[in-house]
């Protein structure tokens, strides 16, 4: 370690002068055209959840058995292997397609997860990665009523 007691002046400088460098950069600031909006739409979102959303999905936990959202779920896997494939992902891919054959077949429409006791993996792969990958550049964040914060490329996947 550096005494900066005992250097000389020159030395003393320039440490100071790297120390300052270090420290700038990570005092970046970000420009987001919509931070009004986006502010607004949170608090909006925010109180929806407290007061809609949370209470709907505790009633909707309390109601229905816990293999109906492995049904849902299941009903997902194959746009999880389409992306996968856009990826370039083939083995992932083909086991996705494997998870959804038996739990499609063996495990009753997706109730029941007997892919997972054979060993395939649930992976979980969407659109917006799938643009990533295909050298899409994330744009500026923007924040939807309901929908949440989002890049262009996650609105993509929405749209799609």
């Not at 397609?97 to 109730?111: H, K, M």
């Not at 490329?153 to 929405?158: A, C, F, L, M, P």
Request: net charge neutral; hydrophobic share 45%; glycine share 8%.
């Amino acid at each position: 370690m550096i005494d900066l007691l005992n250097t000389t002046g020159w030395t003393k400088l320039w440490a100071f002068s790297l120390a300052i460098l270090a420290l700038a950069g990570c005092s970046t600031t970000a420009v987001d055209p919509y931070e009004g909006f986006n502010r607004s739409m949170t608090s909006f979102n925010d109180t929806a959840d407290k007061y809609l959303l949370k209470p709907l999905a505790q009633g909707y936990e309390a109601v229905l058995p816990d293999p109906v959202p492995n049904m849902f779920s299941n009903l997902g896997e194959p746009v999880v292997a389409v992306n996968q494939l856009l990826q370039g992902k083939g083995k992932l891919a083909a086991n996705d397609l494997g998870r959804f054959v038996l739990n499609s077949t063996i495990g009753l429409v997706g109730l029941f997860d007997v892919a997972a006791l054979a060993g395939l993996d649930k992976h979980d792969e969407d659109f917006a990665q799938t643009l990533a990958v295909l050298g899409r550049r994330q744009r500026a964040i923007s924040c939807i009523a309901l929908n949440g914060a989002f890049h262009g490329r996650r609105y993509s996947q929405s749209l799609c």
